[in-house]
């Protein structure tokens, strides 16, 4: 079965810096990936998502991630962050041609005015 | 559309009884999910459901744990006893299987608490 890591899992920034999340899985086949977020008392909600074609993918909010096939990797970025940006963010996986998303742990990011 | 529905959002419950968590999914979408979501474990899928038919329940953490859908438009996560490790944020999810259109969308979720 597929897994997903996420590092770092308690990121501290203030507003403007810029953010980079790494996230990687372990599949070797064909994958789809995902970024969600999870806004303080809310639910998850897609960031973006990769099937195939241009591995940089862009998504709402200014966020972007590139997948990199060689390193099994899905890198969220965003190049300046603001405060309304705290919240928690997972990496997913689909993969093997099902439909079950497997979750990373998650990133807990908090912005500092 | 309303997205997906969860009720209820909060539930405080004691040791014992019996606890159940509703979902609506998104009308169309042929799969759906429960998640658990807690501090020490992340984000758990606990079963999933293609077309109504339990695909795979790997996750369900043991028997007290069931689910249900009878219906494309309903589905059901009993726990029977609940107990105090069972407290955490229960979400639903449903999706379309449609590479185009491909996503999972989320309810809001169901806190439980079991004292």
């Not at chain 1, 074609?53 to 060689?70: C, N, Q, R, T, Y």
């Not at chain 1, 093997?96 to 807990?108: D, I, M, S, V």
């Not at chain 2, 501090?39 to 339990?54: A, C, K, Q, T, W």
């Amino acid at each position: 079965a597929q897994s997903v890591s996420q590092h770092n899992h308690h990121v501290i920034l203030s507003e403007a810096a810029s953010l980079e999340l790494g996230c990687n899985y372990s599949y070797g086949g064909t994958v789809n990936l995902f970024w969600y977020v999870q806004y303080p008392g809310q639910h998850l909600q897609l960031l973006l998502k990769y099937f195939s074609g241009d591995p940089l993918v862009k998504g709402i909010k200014g966020f972007e991630a590139e997948f990199i096939k060689s390193k099994f990797s899905f890198n969220l970025r965003k190049p300046s962050v603001q405060w309304s940006d705290t919240a928690e963010y997972f990496c997913a996986v689909t993969a093997g041609g099902n439909n079950r998303l497997a979750f990373g742990k998650g990133n807990q990011v908090v912005v500092i005015p | 559309d309303a997205g997906v529905i969860q009720s209820p959002r909060h539930e405080v419950t004691e040791m014992g009884q019996e606890v159940t968590l509703r979902c609506k999914p998104i009308s169309g979408h042929d799969y759906l999910f429960w998640y658990r979501q807690t501090m020490m474990r992340g984000l758990e899928l606990l079963i999933y459901f293609n077309n109504n038919v339990p695909i795979d329940d790997s996750g369900m953490p043991e028997d007290r744990f069931s689910a249900k859908m009878p219906n494309a438009s309903f589905s059901t996560l009993k726990i029977q006893p609940s107990e105090p490790r069972d407290s955490a944020v229960y979400f639903c999810a449903s999706s379309f299987w449609d590479r185009e259109t491909y996503g999972y969308t989320f309810g809001s979720g169901t806190r439980l608490t079991v004292v």
